[in-house]
């Protein structure tokens, strides 16, 4: 019994308590005996106090809180019986164990004694070990007790912490049974729902919450409640209007079972500003559907008015040019110098203007999201029908044209066959005092093909490089045969292709122009043209 | 010999009437012996494609349209003229400024213009050219008519 109760002791709370020493009154008229009570308890090391008469113990009584109290039945004045009937009389000494030192083992001192409250008799003379042993029980008694005790305490500050947390939460707290029957509420469900908090105690939360639902039960047999997570469910106010609820339910376990707690928080001003947002964006999305249509529908009409412009110009400028033409040939021989100067400008700029037209042409049909179908390209035979096209330039200037070995790639033929052939003729048309060399390769990059036209030309200041992109942008005089727009048709290719286009150059050293062609598997067409062709 | 003799007609559906005239200087340049009749807009050309082989409006030897008409499409002179079963054994060809859209040549084609002629801009290439290819046309139209 002795070592069970250490044991559990020790092993439990034991190091907290053990150097709190309890107190023990051990009350004899003689004074031979206190010190042999003295000597025999000293081994357990507890505080003990001695009184050498009934009035002396009941005075220590008042001031101490004993573990035990060893009391001889004998003494004079007062005897042990009455002394323990005093003491037993005052409440903080109510429950103190008393154990009685008799010499006499007389029944009706027993029945007296435990009537008295005595917890045990001990017999003079006294064993020691038994003496020990028994208040050694005391003594642990005494230390379970204060355990108890401070357990209790702890218990209840725990409680008012909980209370303070629960009534200082910003949220209605509703503590209820897994069916929903209200356990506790805190003031501020009081405030947000409009009921009295004594009104609301043992309803059902679905009064509140029409929807509420228990926290999910995770496998029955082990009945483990899962908190669920936020969820937003309409409340009900004491007057019948609602207002929407952000809900928590978090379960806990108690001895009978699991409570809910769920904690309510008014989301009115949210979803407000939820649905303010949702509207906002609506609209935004609207505007910008809107917005969208408009620039299509402005774009396809400057996309049919840069198409016929470029056409309806074409016609009349060709025959302006004919005509002036015929008009030479037929009226040479009458016509002084500067008649013929003037004549010689008409057909010029008729010339060139036809010139500028066709570019625009070719730019609208390189960048217009056409009909053109992604094939499989040879690069080798584009590039052939390119220099069969461009066959005059190439005997005129005597260009000695150069060409890699070429890829078979997935593209669109006309914008290769246009980028390709603008690039070509430019190196030719802006030609050195050299005789024109132009290096056609191709390189595999990181993401796809990089192909490269290099001329000895004359070479471009880096300064110019954006530039030379822009439509109708010429860094050359009329009497260079350019129109100024055929870099802007190689980007507007290259990027329908979904490429880049830039160059390498300086004046005086030929140019070098790049662009890259990503290199697609045909099963990757389909997704990538509508990027490609955007 | 024979042939040059013969009086050749050519269906024009052309509004340009400069052009008009640089086709018929081809056409003497080529020495051949052409009538020429030229419709000014798409409602006119429709019209005498629909009337050819009924009385006093002989069938054409070669229909020459060109695409970009007024008060209508070159393509629908051609779909007149192949709703008009007189007109199924005459060579149709496209003479345009420019190849036009590929949707465009691609419709053309399908309606049954088996020639495209592009207007040059240059004068001598027009007078040269287009004479040689209008010759051509007639020449494989006149092989495939016998």
């Known amino acids: ?534 | 010999m024979a042939k040059s003799n013969q009086i050749r007609r050519i269906f024009f559906a052309e509004d340009n009437v400069a052009d008009v005239v640089l086709v018929r200087e081809a056409l003497e340049r080529q020495s051949l012996n052409c009538e020429l009749t030229a419709y000014p807009n798409a409602q006119a050309a429709i019209l005498a494609a629909e009337r050819c082989g009924t009385d006093g409006y002989p069938v054409p030897d070669l229909m020459l349209v060109d695409l970009n008409l007024p008060w209508g499409h070159g393509c629908d002179v051609l779909a007149a003229a192949a709703r008009n079963p007189a007109l199924n054994s005459v060579r149709k060809a496209v003479l345009s400024s420019f190849v036009g859209s590929p949707s465009d040549v691609e419709k053309a084609r399908r309606l049954g213009a088996t020639g495209f002629i592009m207007k040059p801009a240059n004068l001598e290439e027009f007078l040269d050219d287009v004479g040689r290819q209008i010759a051509r046309l007639l020449e494989s139209s006149s092989a495939a008519s016998q």
């Open chain 1, 1 to 534: 019994m002795k070592s069970a109760a250490s044991a559990s002791l020790s092993n439990a709370h034991a190091p907290a308590l053990r150097p709190e020493k309890v107190k023990i009154l051990a009350v004899d008229d003689d004074r031979d005996n206190l010190l042999a009570l003295q000597a025999i308890l000293e081994p357990l090391q507890q505080d003990l106090m001695l009184a050498e008469s009934g009035t002396d113990a009941l005075r220590l009584c008042l001031d101490h809180d004993f573990a035990a109290i060893l009391l001889d039945v004998r003494m004079p004045e007062l005897d042990g019986f009455e002394t323990a009937e005093l003491i037993r009389s005052r409440k903080r000494s109510l429950h103190t164990p008393i154990l009685f030192l008799t010499a006499y083992r007389s029944d009706e001192q027993l029945f007296r004694g435990y009537d008295l409250g005595a917890v045990d008799f001990l017999f003079k003379p006294i064993v020691p070990e038994v003496l020990q042993s028994k208040v050694n029980v005391f003594v642990q008694l005494s230390w379970s007790e204060l355990l108890v005790r401070r357990q209790a305490e702890e218990l209840a500050r725990t409680e008012r912490t909980f209370r303070a947390v629960l009534e200082g939460a910003p949220d209605a707290m509703v503590i209820t049974s897994t069916t929903g029957e209200i356990q506790l509420v805190n003031s501020r469900t009081d405030t947000m729902f409009g009921h009295s908090r004594e009104a609301l105690l043992g309803t059902n939360i679905r009064n509140l919450i029409p929807e509420w639902t228990c926290p999910e039960l995770i496998s029955g047999g082990i009945a483990m409640l899962r908190g669920a997570p936020e969820t937003r469910l309409p409340a009900t106010r004491k007057d019948g209007s609602n207002f929407p609820a952000e809900i928590t339910c978090s379960p806990f376990g108690v001895a009978e079972g699991y409570l809910v707690t769920t904690a309510i928080r008014d989301a009115t001003t949210q979803v407000e500003a939820e649905e303010r947002i949702t509207r906002i964006n609506q609209e935004l999305e609207k505007r910008v559907a809107e917005r969208t249509v408009e620039l299509t529908r402005s774009n396809e009409a400057l996309r049919q008015f840069a198409w016929a412009a470029s056409h309806d110009l074409q016609e009349p400028i060709r025959t302006v040019l004919s005509y002036s033409q015929w008009l030479s040939q037929s009226i040479t021989n009458e016509l002084d110098e500067k008649q013929l100067i003037m004549l010689r400008f008409i057909e010029q700029h008729a010339s060139r203007m036809h010139q500028l037209a066709g570019g625009l042409q070719q730019y609208i049909v390189a960048s217009e999201a056409g009909q053109q179908a992604w094939t499989s390209v040879d690069c080798n035979l584009v590039l052939k029908t390119v220099l069969s096209t461009l066959q005059e330039n190439i005997k005129e200037s005597g260009a000695v044209i150069e060409c890699d070995h070429l890829p078979v790639i997935l593209s669109i033929e006309v914008l290769l066959v246009q980028l390709f052939k603008n690039l070509i003729s430019n190196g030719i048309k802006y030609r050195s005092s050299q005789t024109p060399r132009i290096h056609i390769s191709s390189l595999r990059g990181e993401d796809g093909w990089v192909f490269s036209v290099r001329d000895n030309g004359l070479g471009i200041e880096p300064k110019y490089f954006d530039y030379i992109f822009g439509v109708f942008k010429r860094l050359h005089a009329v009497d260079h045969s350019g129109t100024g727009i055929g870099l802007a048709i190689c980007k507007a290719a290259v990027e329908r292709l979904g490429g880049r286009i830039w160059l390498e150059s300086a004046p005086g050293s030929g140019s070098v122009f790049y662009f890259c062609h990503p290199d697609l598997a045909h099963g990757e067409i389909e997704s990538d043209t509508s990027n490609l062709l955007r």
